[in-house]
């Protein structure tokens, strides 16, 4: 089966501590973006990828990091830097930046 | 800097009823808006793509039609069904490619 694969699917993080978040995709896709979620807001744009070994931020990128080394892999690091990171977040694909995006299921973090 | 609004944020439905879900946008200069659905603590399952030059797409009972004239899109669902109890969320991409914005949602319920 094709996909997007999130893990975890629940993260607990004590403050002070980066955890990473990993999305994987066998779509081919060029193109892979992370999002956030809080509620009763729209997604907000963290990082995205055109291609590999290539990213760009977002609306929101202070205190994550992402790396892309290989087409397939677009992991998230949320670092101690980020002040509020207990969010919903959404990992994507499309075969090229501005073509239709599939999600993956999501990893819910919540920082004790 | 794009705004991309929901109205309702909520809406209730007998089965049944063919309904319109809207979303707005600020700049008319997009390249193409994708609609969404989002069942509670799961990703997004994309439903219809729009490129800027088209006017509507159809797949199923879902209909999307997009005005950039006047900063609209709406999505029709047809003889709805309480299958479709979600929220509903439109995002827009510029025309520059850089900016990606996403509406808050309109939560759908539909009642038997």
């Known amino acids: 089966d094709g996909g997007i694969t999130q893990s975890p699917k629940y993260l607990f993080r004590k403050e002070g501590q980066n955890v990473t978040l990993s999305c994987e995709q066998n779509?081919?896709?060029?193109?892979m973006y992370w999002y956030r979620q809080d509620p009763g807001q729209g997604l907000r744009l963290i990082y995205y990828?055109?291609?590999?070994?290539?990213?760009q931020k977002g609306d929101i990128a202070e205190g994550y990091s992402v790396s892309r080394e290989k087409k397939e892999s677009f992991p998230l690091t949320v670092t101690s830097a980020q002040k509020n990171p207990t969010a919903f977040y959404l990992c994507?694909?499309?075969?090229?930046?501005?073509?239709?995006?599939?999600f993956g299921p999501g990893t819910r973090l919540t920082v004790l | 800097k794009q705004e991309v609004t929901q109205i309702p944020a909520a809406l209730s439905v007998p089965e049944g009823e063919n309904l319109v879900l809207n979303c707005s946008f600020t700049?008319?200069?997009?390249?193409?808006l994708q609609w969404f659905r989002q069942d509670p603590g799961k990703g997004l399952t994309s439903l219809l793509l729009?490129?800027?030059?088209?006017r509507e797409q159809t797949s199923g009972r879902l209909n999307a039609s997009l005005d950039k004239s006047s900063g609209r899109s709406t999505l029709y669902i047809a003889a709805s069904q309480p299958g479709d109890s979600a929220t509903y969320l439109c995002?827009?991409?510029?025309?520059?490619?850089?900016?990606?914005?996403f509406g808050a949602g309109t939560r759908l319920t539909v009642k038997p």
């Open positions: 990828s055109q291609i590999v070994n290539d990213f």
């Open positions: 994507a694909s499309s075969l090229s930046w501005g073509d239709e995006q599939f």
């Open positions: 779509l081919n896709h060029d193109a």
């Open positions: 995002a827009v991409l510029g025309s520059l490619f850089i900016d990606m914005r």
């Open positions: 700049d008319s200069a997009i390249y193409n």
């Open positions: 729009i490129q800027s030059s088209q």
